[in-house]
């Protein structure tokens, strides 16, 4: 893979892309024009392929991050007079409240330790309990600890009691396998700079038809208004507002390489070895994971700091910069981590260096104690 000189990103988003995909921004689009439109429908087209939803979905594309779309989606599919039941077992889970919060939709949270998911029987056991509930809003991948959450099993759960599920699909779509044809889901998130390794700047709800049609008029915002997108978008083949060309242009090349490299079945399996290479590296330092391997999705990996006394992030992650790789902070308020992500353009080999940086780093820095402190009370 030819990266040029650039730190690799290990980030879950923005990610470290091709030379294609960054090549794809060097053209300035107009857009009225019918090349650019056509583009757009490409990736919408393409998109809905992605989680077997040709027939049934709509693939509506927003501006800006990823939150953007998430909140569009409960904003949207949510009508004003709903209540959403949001198992919760991390940060992601948590904003997702928050929106509920704003938009002031009613919500219950159905906690859950983050190094545990959600099973089937609980979300069953939480939609008796409390009928008012219309809908379920779910992260796939937890993208504050990395763990994967069943999706469907939650989806079957929403479907035994006729309740809508959302899914914040950021950091698992194109990387984890979903299938709308197989399990009902009404909404499914995610946002060009993370599995499909486009750049950061535009999200994409895919919605069931029968519910996107009913969405005219639940939307506080204008900006937000995902009926409004789609029905003008279908009339015009453009976008309502000024698109994020660049972005938009860069995420069809970056569509492209991931056909070409066999779609989300090959995206995933590269991922999972790069997870593995990884996971198996750390542990030869002495370095544990947060969670079980059996519960750990191949996006991201949060590890247990080392309890030695000389450790602390920020040297740690400047040095592990100057050797070419951008850490990410963890996301625990618990336990002290740090997070390395899987995803982006890159392979096994790349993390088995990544391993090596963090050990010369550790050498560097004196930190010979890899076992972690006890948690906080
Ligand atoms: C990245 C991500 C988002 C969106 O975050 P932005 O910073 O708005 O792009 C939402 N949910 C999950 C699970 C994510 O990983």
Same mark, same amino acid.
């Not at 990395?146 to 698992?172: F, Q, T, Y």
């Given at each position: ?245 660049? !972005? %938009?242009? #860069?995420?069809? &090349?970056? =569509? ?8 989300? *079945?090959?995206?995933? @399996? ?83 260096? !990544? %391993?090596? #940086?963090?050990? &010369?780093? =550790? ?8 076992? *972690?402190?006890?948690? @906080?009370?």
């Amino acid at each position: 893979m030819i990266l040029g000189n650039d730190p690799i990103l290990l980030t879950p988003g923005p990610l470290t892309t091709s030379l294609a995909t960054k090549q794809a921004m060097l053209r300035d689009w107009g857009s009225w024009d019918a090349g650019f439109n056509a583009i757009t429908g490409t990736i919408r087209r393409d998109l809905l392929e992605v989680i077997r939803g040709a027939g049934t979905h709509e693939c509506v594309p927003l501006q800006g991050s990823g939150t953007f779309s998430v909140e569009a989606a409960i904003a949207n599919v949510v009508p004003r007079d709903g209540k959403v039941l949001v198992p919760q077992n991390g940060a992601y889970c948590q904003r997702i409240l928050k929106i509920c919060r704003y938009l002031g939709r009613a919500h219950v949270a159905l906690d859950i330790p983050e190094d545990r998911h959600p099973t089937g029987a609980m979300i069953d056991e939480a939609l008796r309990a409390d009928p008012s509930v219309t809908h379920v809003a779910q992260v796939h991948c937890e993208t504050g600890t990395g763990i994967l959450n069943p999706l469907p099993e939650i989806a079957e759960a929403c479907a035994r009691h006729g309740k809508g599920l959302v899914v914040d699909a950021m950091s698992s779509f194109g990387a984890i396998g979903i299938d709308v044809s197989k399990y009902p889901v009404d909404a499914v998130i995610a946002a060009s700079g993370k599995c499909i390794e486009g750049v950061p700047g535009m999200g994409f709800v895919l919605v069931r038809r029968e519910v996107l049609e009913k969405c005219q008029g639940n939307s506080h915002s204008l900006a937000m208004d995902l009926h409004d997108q789609w029905t003008y978008m279908q009339k015009t083949t453009q976008w309502r507002f000024t698109p994020p060309t660049h !972005v %938009v242009a #860069a995420f069809r &090349a970056a =569509l492209d390489q991931f056909l070409a490299e066999g779609g989300q *079945p090959a995206r995933g @399996a590269r991922y999972a070895a790069n997870r593995d290479a990884l996971i198996d590296g750390m542990a030869a330092l002495g370095l544990r994971t947060f969670l079980p391997r059996t519960v750990q999705a191949p996006v991201i990996v949060t590890f247990h700091a080392p309890g030695d006394p000389n450790y602390s992030f920020k040297p740690f992650y400047e040095k592990v910069k100057q050797r070419g790789y951008i850490l990410y902070p963890g996301k625990l308020t618990r336990v002290e981590t740090f997070r390395v992500g899987c995803i982006g353009a890159i392979d096994a080999n790349e993390m088995r260096n !990544v %391993v090596s #940086a963090v050990a &010369a780093t =550790l050498k560097d820095m004196g930190v010979s104690k890899m076992e *972690p402190l006890k948690a @906080a009370a």
